[in-house]
């Protein structure tokens, strides 16, 4: 049996393109969205994508809180504005919640860190203290929407943080879908403050070399990685 | 003619590290310290290891001011404990400075960012604060000592952030003398707000897989990077 993905606020650019690798890799995903409404025409979508690829799993769509109601694992991929009113009502009890919302802001001199909890604080920590029943591990900060939405496998590690370590090693599982590899531990969820404000650093090198950059770890063997 | 290069904080492990490395590049180093006394052996087991390396620079010893007062770039290397006393009295106008502080907090959990300025502050935006005349670039605070004080060329990279894009320049040009390639020009100075605690992560990971972990960039085609 598959496990199922819902992937909240699976309309825009980072929940859409890790729904499809999910469901490339095999899991069942449910699209979430405001409404079901705007929710089904991207999981659609997605499936059309998928039709033909072996082992692909199913893609449906629904409102965000039903989309939970129906998944194990949550991925929480909203704008950072809104984000805590948005966590707040949604159904996480026992669910694994896995968080790759970066609170950035942005000016003329481009992207930076937004302030959260004055410093002391992320998104991933702010889901865990809204949803107290739930378990949340942050991952997938600084993976690129566009690469996220062609074939290949990214070159690069998906960093992946949490306090509870068999939902980290699940993640770091899920990360495979994307990478190819396992997702690397990172360490505990407070360094997800860290890791969330990277992708400001990202956006500024992406500008500069007109690319689409990430994030890879040096010194690990491939078996270590692995 | 070769440039001088002091390092400010040049017997702690990375300063001694990047000083090290910078000789062997061929560029002159005073190693500075608190006082001569502490500087001296260190620039001489220094110039110990570069005996016979063909093109390196010379390496010497002063206090930190004097060292200062005799080079035309800095690299401030000192803990983020007592930075901003020191920085403040050093003579740094028309100097190009160049920040690896990593403002770090450990308690049992770990390692994590320390909050400079609310969260809206690094080492390197206090440095140009208190020193307006000096143009502060922030750099190398993810490469590791150990892997400093070898031989090999560093396999990550070097990333570099600053507000004026000549000391910029110049900055990821060192960058060569520690990976081979050229630093990655990775946005303005407020963004050391994310490299610098980046390394909390990095020291998570070596702890985790027992190695000397560090930072590439995904997605960009060699001719760029170099």
């Avoid at 072996?54 to 809104?82: F, K, M, R």
């Avoid at 009113?85 to 001199?109: Q, W, Y």
């Avoid at 410093?119 to 949803?131: D, F, I, K, N």
């Amino acid at each position: 049996m598959s496990q199922t993905i819902a992937v909240v606020g699976g309309t825009g650019p980072q929940g859409k393109g890790l729904g499809y690798r999910f469901a490339r890799g095999g899991y069942d995903v449910v699209v979430g969205s405001r409404s079901a409404e705007r929710a089904v025409p991207v999981a659609e979508e997605i499936a059309a994508r998928l039709e033909g690829v072996e082992g692909a799993g199913s893609v449906t769509g629904a409102a965000n809180p039903e989309a939970c109601g129906q998944a194990d694992l949550v991925l929480v991929a909203v704008p950072w504005d809104g984000h805590d009113d948005l966590v707040a009502g949604l159904p996480l009890d026992g669910k694994l919640v896995v968080s790759c919302v970066n609170p950035l802001a942005f000016d003329k001199r481009g992207a930076h860190g937004a302030i959260v909890n004055g410093g002391e604080g992320s998104a991933a920590e702010s889901a865990q203290a809204l949803a107290p029943g739930a378990t949340v591990v942050g991952a997938f900060h600084n993976v690129s929407a566009v690469l996220l939405w062609e074939d290949e496998a990214l070159d690069e590690d998906v960093l992946v943080v949490g306090d509870e370590a068999e939902a980290k090693q699940q993640v770091m599982e899920l990360a495979r879908t994307v990478t190819g590899r396992r997702g690397i531990d990172a360490g505990k969820l407070r360094l997800a403050r860290q890791l969330e404000p990277l992708t400001a650093v990202l956006i500024s090198i992406n500008r500069k070399y007109k690319t689409h950059s990430g994030i890879r770890i040096s010194g690990l063997d491939t078996h270590q990685a692995d």
